[in-house]
């Protein structure tokens, strides 16, 4: 088990993106962890490639992009020619997934598959293992600052015992009391926006930690 920690920028002050950027790597943070919406999903709009570009320019920490999109596999290529590390869809569009593997093969990038909370784990059947890493919502996805929902977490046994050995990651309402608690349960990554930028970087990365 790995035990990474991926500070999300949609928590982050936009007006002093780099300035934040360079606070995480200097606090220790892992992975940065980039929410792209297209308010169809879910109903937020977020950022794009462009964006994700130039803050490809002002930092070295591994790029995980989560795509909250209804048509990813037209936009996956774009986020790898940027040079991300991580990028992820949702299996509740099935129809994509297999496309979206297949571009992801031709780059030197992890691929994952993002379950919402009330989707249940029975849909990863046939086609979790294509996967590097499975994100865990433990949140409705769209907004950051929402409460910790438990029964998401509890996919995590579950997915183990699907007999899946890759990355486990989890996002969504998560301090440092939940991160223990996932961490116990076999979570590899904790994703987290609001309790780390609510408080001091450096301390509440070494607490999710």
Known sequence: MKNLVAP???????????????KLKYSGADILHIDVMDGHFVPNITIGPV????IRKVTDLPIDCHLMISNPEMYFEDFLEIGIQYISMHIELNRSVKKCYEIVKR????????????TKTDKLK????????ILIMTVHPGFSGQAFI???????????NMGYNGLIE?????????????????A???????????NNIKEAIKMLR
């Open 8 to 22: 999300s920028i949609l928590s982050a002050d936009f007006s002093h993106l780099e300035n934040d950027i360079n």
């Open 51 to 54: 964006v994700v570009k130039d």
């Open 107 to 118: 780059y030197k990038a992890k691929f994952g598959i993002a379950i919402n909370p009330e």
């Open 126 to 133: 046939g086609i979790i293992d294509i996967a590097d890493y």
């Open 150 to 160: 438990k029964e998401a977490s509890l996919k995590i046994p579950v997915i183990r």
């Open 170 to 186: 989890v996002d969504g309402g998560i301090n440092a009391e939940i991160a223990k608690e996932l961490r116990k349960l076999g």
């Open 188 to 198: 590899d990554i904790i994703v987290s926006g609001s309790y780390i930028f609510r």
